[in-house]
């Protein structure tokens, strides 16, 4: 198959290049003097774009190709688990938020240093970023894997590699100057951009299917191979191998959901740029609640592409040509295929702009870590007194690094995805429990108990990761050699990584405790 990249597709991936040009000098006009305008824009971002900022954040593009692969192999359950993401907010809102401002951090792992000392906030922070390392590569690897099929109608090594250069180096012109400040402009562009672009794909579907709605829905109802519906909304059985139940969205899905909006740096620094708790509660809350009707796009997408590729008496006679197990997705299958010319750009587009939204805050959120959390601690620990502006180039030098790690793990991603054979986005949604379970078993413990110390912070961070590590299909079939083991899915994974973090970290004794009971023997 040659590539069908038209002269009109290539003109609208021009023009948005042009785009990305203009507004990453437009958006960076403004210097940043100190690390605190660079990273948190001091506090003076509006709530309605930090909100957008955070949707277009915990959007990707394994939203934008896994949510139309959900729909296709599915149903529609997975919108369901946005309950949970709602009382996680609410809980995140009430205990977290309020605390981050008081204290005035410009990272949320600053909040373990007054309970635990130093060490434990750069334990917290060195095992965010080596999980944000995981769950960004391997977003950014399946925005590399699209483009690179778009651009070159395969996936070799070499084209794979080349897209995963090109989004990271767009990633960078786009933050290395302006900080979260032109992340968060940027991000709302990236979010128009590809909302619209799916948007235009659910009405092409339509165009395409010849087809009116209630026939549409009646097929959706009652699928050709007999299985249930795929407009079934809630998913009530109780099998701990799938992720999408109610059980699930109750347990692992609130806890996946307070991580990210109040313990993972990527998403809780939008949150922290707002000017009062009030409004960074509040731009939490919307972005939330815009995350369903936006996902539900993109699982639209898939139901269609259902109809379109599996039900051909609804299609009157046009010939389409089947998906194969060489396709990374039913959607890419599509767009190289299928979709009418001039609109391909517009999709690369969309892909493009799914991954920069989420690669743009992950460079300045783990920079801002790696400056504020771990560089600035090593240079004050040494006596060293740095000018304000000094740790604003270290933060660009921090991303420029940073870069190149998710370069690499992406490339890394591109052989993991195959080994565990999961969907899209529960691969995404996976790989960010190993960092998870001990983050959430350490502040628990601060938030709710007044057990802990600096050695048990460290080994619950430990343990956490181990026990996520210890529940990889690939690793139970390696250890055990049974090539089809009982597995739990990222949910319950991650219920019971936080589990066992916290009961490690509450074994720990306050350090107040830990003085009266020594002295109690000393005096003994």
């Given at each position: 198959m040659e590539l069908q990249f038209t002269g009109l597709d290539w003109a609208i991936f021009a023009l948005y290049g042009a785009v990305l040009v203009g507004s990453g000098w437009y958006f960076s006009r403004s210097r940043s003097a100190d690390s605190r305008d660079y990273f948190l824009a001091h506090n003076s971002m509006p709530m309605w774009m930090v909100a957008i900022s955070t949707l277009a954040t915990t959007q990707s593009a394994a939203t934008f190709l896994g949510g139309p692969d959900l729909g296709y192999r599915g149903d529609l359950t997975y919108l369901f688990t946005n309950l949970g993401a709602i009382l996680a907010a609410f809980i995140v809102a009430r205990h977290l938020i309020p605390r981050f401002y008081e204290q005035r951090?410009?990272?949320?792992?600053?909040?373990?240093?007054?309970?635990?000392?130093?060490?434990?906030?750069?334990?917290?922070?060195?095992?965010?970023?080596?999980?944000?390392?995981?769950?960004?590569?391997?977003?950014?690897?399946?925005?590399?894997?699209?483009?690179?099929?778009?651009?070159?109608?395969?996936?070799?090594?070499?084209?794979?590699?080349?897209?995963?250069?090109?989004?990271?180096?767009?990633?960078?012109?786009?933050?290395?100057?302006?900080?979260?400040?032109?992340?968060?402009?940027?991000?709302?562009?990236?979010?128009?951009?590809?909302?619209?672009?799916?948007?235009?794909?659910?009405?092409?579907?339509?165009?395409?299917?010849?087809?009116?709605?209630?026939?549409?829905?009646?097929?959706?109802?009652n699928p050709v191979d007999g299985s249930g519906s795929k407009l079934a909304l809630v998913d009530t059985s109780w099998n701990l191998q799938d992720p999408f139940n109610l059980w699930a969205t109750f347990t692992g899905f609130v806890l996946l959901n307070i991580a990210a909006f109040g313990l993972d740096q990527d998403v809780t620094q939008r949150l922290l740029t707002c000017k009062t708790p009030r409004d960074g509660a509040r731009a939490m809350l919307l972005s939330v609640v815009m995350v369903a009707p936006v996902m539900a796009v993109f699982m639209g997408i898939g139901l269609l592409l259902y109809v379109f590729y599996q039900v051909p008496e609804l299609m009157g006679g046009t010939s389409v040509s089947s998906p194969t197990g060489g396709d990374i997705t039913v959607f890419m299958h599509y767009v190289l295929n299928e979709m009418p010319a001039g609109l391909r750009g517009l999709v690369t587009i969309g892909v493009i702009a799914a991954a920069l939204s989420t690669l743009n805050s992950s460079l300045n959120s783990m920079a801002s870590v790696l400056t504020e959390d771990l560089y600035r601690n090593w240079l004050e620990r040494r006596g060293v007194d740095k000018p304000a502006h000094h740790f604003v180039i270290a933060g660009r030098s921090a991303m420029a690094l940073i870069g190149a790690a998710l370069s690499g793990m992406a490339i890394l991603c591109f052989y993991w995805q195959q080994i565990s054979d999961l969907p899209l986005i529960t691969f995404a949604l996976s790989v960010m429990v190993f960092a998870y379970s001990g983050l959430l078993g350490v502040f628990f413990t601060v938030l709710f108990t007044n057990r802990g110390s600096g050695l048990s912070v460290t080994m619950a961070l430990i343990g956490g990761f181990v026990v996520t590590l210890l529940l990889q299909p690939w690793m139970i079939t390696m250890l055990t050699g049974n090539e089809e083991p009982l597995t739990l899915a990222f949910p319950w994974q991650l219920c019971l990584g936080t589990a066992i973090a916290f009961s490690i970290c509450c074994l720990g004794k306050p350090a107040e405790q830990a003085d009266v009971e020594a002295s109690e023997e000393a005096r003994a």
């Open positions: 951090v410009t990272t949320v792992y600053e909040l373990l240093q007054s309970r635990f000392g130093e060490g434990a906030k750069l334990k917290a922070g060195a095992m965010y970023l080596l999980g944000r390392v995981f769950a960004s590569g391997a977003r950014l690897y399946m925005a590399a894997i699209a483009v690179s099929m778009i651009l070159f109608n395969d996936i070799d090594a070499d084209h794979v590699v080349l897209a995963v250069l090109l989004l990271t180096a767009a990633g960078l012109l786009q933050t290395f100057i302006g900080g979260v400040r032109s992340v968060i402009q940027s991000d709302v562009m990236q979010c128009v951009v590809y909302v619209s672009a799916a948007i235009a794909v659910v009405g092409v579907l339509l165009w395409q299917i010849p087809a009116d709605l209630p026939a549409i829905v009646s097929a959706l109802q």
